[in-house]
């Protein structure tokens, strides 16, 4: 009889042939990654409009667009900065330089920072809520030295937090102790996540950033590019969804002084429109690090 291969191994096998589009991946091992837990602050700029021509008049708008500049620029210091989409007719991939700049997150979903007693399973996040999935069922989750852990385990593993929402960005900042030559060992996040076999996905792993779907018992593909993701180095890895807009980035925060300024790849799809969002990894006798976690 024909092996049958398992759906862990479909999972993996469809990150294999991956598009050819370099990205600039962190190369260096990190240092605990606690300092780097806040997105430095990008400048905002306010152009003004045309003034009267008395000069009172333009000594007055003066001062006003000073006071403004100032509630912008505090608005900058936001610690989690969402990614505006260019334009709603985007490639399944996009360079530096198709992005809009970074502006600030209006409304927070979901938090955890870990920084919590040590304890099985992942308990309550730090923004009061439990969290849901396999996060508090599974033996294989527990919190040890103020980090989240996914251990000595085989297979496919959900953890959820927040509310179901339309449109979401996702964040997570963690590490694997061994990416597989193989692909049968990622970190990822999910958004809109109904089930297990229904959600989207940003994914690193080892070789590779993603973007998948799965709306049945196969994932698909939607967009991939070449990223070296490092064993035992931090990554933040970012998902947001708009609409049918599907963006993604990882970068390593303490290796960068900031991240990069543009989405690293981008995709469109229509299949799923609500969910939760959450973290998704699949691990072939590994462990995951988990040392934040945000939506909104």
Same mark, same amino acid.
């Given at each position: 009889?024909?092996?049958?291969?398992?759906?862990?191994q479909? @999972?993996?096998a469809?990150?294999?042939?991956?598009?050819?589009?370099?990205?600039?991946?962190?190369?260096?091992?990190?240092?605990?990654?606690?300092?780097?837990?806040?997105?430095p602050?990008?400048?905002?700029?306010?152009? $003004?409009r045309?003034?009267a021509?008395?000069?009172?008049? !333009? +000594?007055?708008?003066?001062?006003?667009?000073g006071?403004?500049?100032?509630? !912008?620029?505090?608005?900058?210091?936001?610690?989690?900065? +969402?990614r505006v989409p260019?334009?709603?007719?985007?490639? &399944?991939t996009?360079?530096?330089?198709?992005?809009?700049?970074?502006?600030?997150?209006? %409304?927070?979903?979901a938090?955890?920072? *870990?920084?919590?007693?040590?304890?099985?399973?992942?308990?309550?996040? =730090?923004?009061? @809520?439990?969290?849901?999935?396999?996060?508090?069922?599974?033996?294989a989750? /527990? !919190?040890?030295?103020?980090?989240?852990?996914?251990?000595?385990?085989? $297979?496919? /593993?959900? &953890?959820?937090?927040?509310?179901v929402? +339309?449109? #979401?960005?996702?964040? %997570?900042?963690?590490s694997?102790?061994? *990416?597989?030559?193989?692909?049968? #060992?990622?970190?990822?996040?999910v958004?809109?996540?109904?089930?297990?076999?229904?959600?989207?996905?940003?994914?690193?792993?080892?070789?590779?950033? #993603?973007?998948?779907? =799965?709306?049945?018992?196969?994932?698909?593909?939607?967009? #991939?590019?070449? *990223?070296r993701?490092?064993?035992? %180095? /931090?990554?933040?890895? @970012?998902?947001?969804?708009?609409?049918?807009?599907? =963006?993604?980035?990882?970068?390593?925060?303490?290796?960068?002084? @900031?991240?990069? %300024?543009?989405?690293?790849?981008?995709?469109?799809? +229509?299949?799923?429109?609500?969910?939760?969002?959450?973290?998704?990894?699949?691990?072939?006798?590994?462990?995951?690090?988990?040392?934040y976690?945000?939506?909104?």
């Open positions: 009889m024909k092996h049958r291969p398992s759906a862990t479909r @999972e993996a469809l990150l294999r042939p991956a598009q050819q589009h370099p990205a600039n991946a962190p190369t260096q091992p990190l240092p605990p990654p606690d300092a780097a837990r806040v997105v602050p990008r400048s905002l700029h306010r152009r $003004g045309g003034g021509s008395i000069l009172w008049w !333009i +000594a007055l708008a003066g001062l006003v667009a006071l403004l500049a100032g509630g !912008i620029e505090a608005l900058a210091h936001h610690p989690l900065l +969402a260019a334009s709603s007719a985007t490639p &399944a996009m360079s530096p330089t198709q992005a809009t700049m970074i502006t600030p997150s209006p %409304v927070l979903l938090q955890d920072t *870990f920084e919590r007693a040590d304890q099985l399973l992942w308990g309550t996040a =730090s923004d009061g @809520e439990r969290w849901r999935g396999d996060a508090n069922r599974l033996p989750f /527990f !919190i040890q030295g103020s980090a989240g852990h996914i251990t000595a385990a085989t $297979g496919r /593993f959900n &953890a959820l937090l927040g509310p929402m +339309a449109d #979401s960005s996702v964040l %997570v900042q963690g694997m102790r061994h *990416f597989r030559a193989d692909g049968t #060992s990622n970190l990822g996040v958004a809109r996540w109904t089930d297990s076999t229904h959600w989207y996905k940003a994914l690193l792993d080892g070789s590779h950033l #993603s973007l998948l779907k =799965s709306v049945g018992s196969t994932p698909i593909t939607l967009a #991939s590019i070449p *990223f993701a490092q064993d035992q %180095v /931090f990554y933040a890895l @970012e998902l947001r969804v708009t609409g049918p807009i599907l =963006s993604a980035i990882a970068w390593a925060p303490q290796q960068m002084s @900031e991240p990069p %300024v543009a989405w690293l790849l981008r995709a469109t799809d +229509a299949d799923l429109v609500r969910g939760q969002d959450g973290v998704r990894v699949l691990l072939h006798q590994t462990t995951c690090t988990m040392t976690f945000r939506a909104d």
